[in-house]
């Protein structure tokens, strides 16, 4: 029977059977709040994603779109992930696509080596230890044309460069550094974006709808509506680090997390503060009507290894019934679920918070909350560094049912940083990092 996706463009199963994908299990206490290995917390399934190219991906969804994969593996999909209705079954996105970084004459240049990659959907269905593509939705403008991964905006993003940092790229004002993912009632999906950062509405074919994104950005040359609806302090985002986390709430409002502090006044303040926002925007009113202050944990509290602040993220964010929230703080090498409840009264849209003049700002304050900031109040649930099997870099996290979530990893492709990610013939040196998802059982429920 015809469903809201029916008539896309899907990724021939030729492809999407040929080579599996792979995912991983586990289990993991709740309400704790020590470091120490709880005997509840344990892994109960484990697999790994399998190798398709990316360029055979890629074509099958739009022909013609990557020349040249560079050896390149589907990668990334652990941006995020969403029930997708079915047991076993979730949406994915992937991320910008591969990308790099090479230091030239003692600057880094951020390199695209598949740069005609579109970000797209991926429907993954995991099943013993395998995970299998099953459906892949290209993310296209509103002519038909690919949205790519590319930065959109001279001066504001980083440069892109070809694979060997040569060569610079165009920018697209198209592109998007897709992350979260959630996908409404009627079909359709919303998406978030690291680098306006914004809020992006997608039909159930890959269309962009509509692009939200701060006041006063400026974003012209699009292909697709934009709308700015979004507060003019997120402006002052880290570079690659815009929104990131994404969750629906029971009635449909969706709860966006930036995923490090803002560069307020600027970039040393940022690096510094342990002080992010989420933003609460309702698709029926097409508007944000509520802003929170959330406080990270130190760093080595999160991360024992890690002594650098600018390293803590918010990668995820899970709506876990009413207005609460399971909320990621983590490293490239740790991670910790906090719960948190949403109260409008703690809201700060609107305020001196959100005047890029007021000072000091949200992010300069050492205590926010003696300051009189609402600061959200939080729970430790489980820190992930203590279950064996669990993988690192976790970056999308979905609910499976009352007392078990599923975690998935991002792989970046693949790709590692420096010169030595290609060999002379320009195929990439894998890193050898797989794309991994993880059943997590939470003994008390949420």
Known sequence: MPTPDSGRRRIPR?????????????????????????????????????????GAFSNALLPGSV????????????????PAGREGEFWTVTDRGPNGQIKVDGAKRRTFPVPGFDPAIVRIRVSQDTVQVIDAIPLTTSSGKAVTGLPDQRGRDEAPYTYDAKTPLPYDPDGLDTEGIVRAADGTFWLVDEYGPSLVHVSARGEVLTRYVPEGLGLTGTDYPVVEALPSVFLHRKANRGFEGLAQLPGGDLVMALQSPLSLPDAGTGNASRTTRLLRFSPRAKAVTAEYAYRFDPVNVVDPGEDDTSELKISSVVAVGGDRLLVEERTDKAARLQLVRLDRTSSILGGPWDDDSTSPSLEQLDDPASAGVPVLSKRLVVDLNTVDGVPQKIEGIARVDHDTLALVNDNDFGMTDGAGAFDGQGRLVDSGIRTTVVYVRLPKGL
């Open 14 to 54: 030729s492809v999407a059977r040929g080579l599996p994908l792979a995912v991983a299990a586990a289990l993991v206490a709740a309400g704790t709040v020590a470091a120490a290995p709880s005997p509840d917390v344990r892994v109960v399934r484990t697999a790994t994603l399998g190798e398709i190219p990316l």
């Open 67 to 82: 020349d040249d994969d560079h050896g390149v593996k589907l990668g990334g999909i652990g941006s995020d992930m969403y």
